[in-house]
């Protein structure tokens, strides 16, 4: 997933990433520009200019007072100048689906914004007295519960792909793409997994109805190769491999990949695209392998992210381009920065492992740079040609502005990409992206609410993480030299 966790969601032996020197077409050369090695001065010049018109097209656009966008966003505001408010705030939505009735969300609440070091926000205090000491404790805690409803489905389209039409409909309406990604992260046995692979299904089938009675729109089903699908399914290997482990066999990566084949075969009847979401660093290379068998076994539209975070991101890169050269296989490859940024230093300390992924930003920007480079290298004149479509998933200006610098330096057009954007975040963004007549296509969970909360605070980090390119990306205070500082620079100084 995208830029989270202060980052923003391996050990691989070197020879898995030997080209095939047997028969196959040769892989083009990497010469993008932006390497170690150097910084080339005219592309930096182009990514200033680009950056400076991304950010004249924002708009922050109005909110209405009595909006839930209004009051969602006061809450993020709070939660970015205010760390302590926002752990506690984080807390209380962690433990929200387990409280049984009003009096354990107003316990909670009254809890958490009391402890030491916490600053409840200017009349809280006075209306946890007065709810206490009145009766209104049931009213209370409705207005929490509601605040917290209101903000999740900001991020969470419905419970499911049929109560999420509507929101996919007047995306695709307002020019905007999408992929589905089904809540639940991972299963334990194989009922489970087979549960999910109904879900996924089911999915498919409810929304290619759907999507086959809207209007065209060439802006969202078209790129510079010819047509794209309509339905765009993102799949968890997780949610379909109960207990995934970090190695297996070669048989028993084929099983795995069973599992994942009768949705490929769906997809393949009814015209969508299935793109695998990368997921912790211990099965990285599970998921690549589980990847690449199934994109040899039916040949339909499929992709695979990569995350720039991880120290052997530009290995994975080249082993996914020379395979899809090697086998004549046009793939799709979502960049991004990664999403269990925390997660993966505290369990590399506490395995006595090098960390997976870089110490600094500033590190995990310049890869993402580099790797997108080598992929748009790799972008090829004709999808039977083999190669790679590059799905930006950012929501900085700067790595956008870097993309499409190196998009012009190839002489490739603006849809040669797109730009994949979290549902319900970076407004300012996309309203600019599509100022630009740039391609854009939302991440849109769907699920209930209780397995959606892990992706929910993710998401309130994201926004509020004291390195993330959202929390100041439309300050008014932050100067655009900043936001769009080479992060290259940073390495060299």
């Given at each position: 997933m995208w830029q989270t966790l202060?980052?923003?969601?391996?050990?691989?032996?070197?020879?898995?990433?030997?080209?095939?020197?047997?028969?196959?077409?040769?892989?083009?050369?990497?010469?993008?520009?932006?390497?170690?090695?150097?910084?080339?001065?005219?592309?930096?010049?182009?990514?200033?200019?680009?950056?400076?018109?991304?950010?004249?097209?924002?708009?922050?656009?109005?909110?209405?007072?009595?909006?839930?966008?209004?009051?969602?966003?006061?809450?993020?505001?709070?939660?970015?100048?205010?760390?302590?408010?926002?752990?506690?705030?984080?807390?209380?939505?962690?433990?929200?689906?387990?409280?049984?009735?009003?009096?354990?969300?107003y316990d909670y609440l009254a809890g958490y914004v009391v402890e030491?070091?916490?600053?409840?926000?200017?009349?809280?205090?006075?209306?946890?007295?007065?709810?206490?000491?009145?009766?209104?404790?049931?009213?209370?805690?409705?207005?929490?519960?509601?605040?917290?409803?209101?903000?999740?489905?900001?991020?969470?389209?419905?419970?499911?792909?049929?109560?999420?039409?509507?929101?996919?409909?007047?995306?695709?309406?307002?020019?905007?793409?999408?992929?589905?990604?089904?809540?639940?992260?991972?299963?334990?046995?194989?009922?489970?997994?087979?549960?999910?692979?109904?879900?996924?299904?089911?999915?498919?089938?409810?929304?290619?109805?759907?999507a086959e009675l809207w209007p065209e729109n060439q802006q969202c089903e078209q790129d510079h190769l010819g047509q794209l699908p309509r339905v765009n399914i993102s799949v968890k290997i997780s949610s379909l491999c109960p207990n995934l482990k970090q190695t297996y066999s070669s048989a028993d990566i084929e099983s795995l990949a069973g599992n994942l084949i009768p949705i490929l075969q769906v997809a393949q009847q009814r015209n969508a695209q299935i793109h695998v979401d990368m997921e912790y660093a211990a099965v990285k290379d599970v998921i690549l392998d589980i990847f690449l068998h199934c994109a040899e076994k039916i040949d339909i539209p499929i992709g695979v992210v990569l995350q720039t975070y991880l120290r052997q991101v530009e290995e994975d890169a080249q082993k996914l381009i020379d395979w899809s050269y090697n086998n004549k296989r046009h793939i799709t490859i979502r960049l991004v920065k990664g999403a269990y940024y925390d997660q993966e230093v505290c369990i590399a300390m506490e395995q006595g492992k090098q960390s997976p992924v870089w110490s600094h930003k500033h590190e995990t920007d310049a890869c993402f740079e580099r790797v997108a480079g080598m992929l748009i290298d790799a972008i090829p004149g004709d999808r039977r040609d083999g190669g790679v479509s590059l799905a930006l998933g950012s929501h900085n200006v700067r790595s956008i502005s870097a993309v499409l610098a190196m998009l012009e330096q190839k002489s490739l057009p603006p849809d040669a990409v797109e730009l994949q954007m979290l549902y319900g975040m970076a407004d300012e963004l996309k309203h600019a992206a599509h100022q630009l007549n740039l391609r854009v296509r939302e991440y849109v969970p769907i699920g209930d609410m209780i397995p959606g909360m892990a992706y929910f605070a993710r998401r309130l980090l994201e926004n509020t993480s004291n390195e993330s390119w959202l929390r100041a990306g439309f300050s008014k205070t932050v100067p655009a030299d900043k936001l769009l500082a080479s992060p290259h620079q940073a390495i060299q100084s």
């Open positions: 202060g980052a923003m969601t391996d050990s691989s032996s070197s020879n898995q990433f030997e080209s095939d020197k047997q028969g196959g077409i040769a892989a083009p050369d990497n010469t993008n520009s932006i390497s170690n090695a150097g910084i080339d001065h005219a592309l930096e010049e182009r990514i200033q200019k680009i950056g400076r018109d991304i950010l004249k097209h924002t708009s922050k656009g109005s909110k209405g007072f009595f909006t839930a966008r209004y009051w969602s966003e006061k809450m993020m505001d709070r939660a970015m100048s205010d760390d302590a408010f926002r752990e506690a705030m984080l807390r209380f939505v962690d433990v929200f689906p387990s409280m049984r009735d009003h009096h354990d969300v030491e070091g916490v600053t409840p926000p200017r009349g809280l205090c006075s209306v946890l007295i007065l709810a206490k000491y009145t009766g209104l404790k049931r009213v209370l805690a409705y207005v929490a519960s509601r605040l917290i409803s209101i903000t999740a489905h900001k991020f969470i389209a419905g419970t499911d792909a049929v109560s999420a039409l509507p929101v996919l409909e007047k995306m695709w309406l307002r020019d905007t793409a999408f992929t589905a990604s089904l809540l639940g992260e991972t299963c334990t046995n194989r009922y489970e997994a087979q549960e999910y692979q109904n879900t996924y299904i089911d999915m498919i089938n409810s929304l290619a109805d759907a």
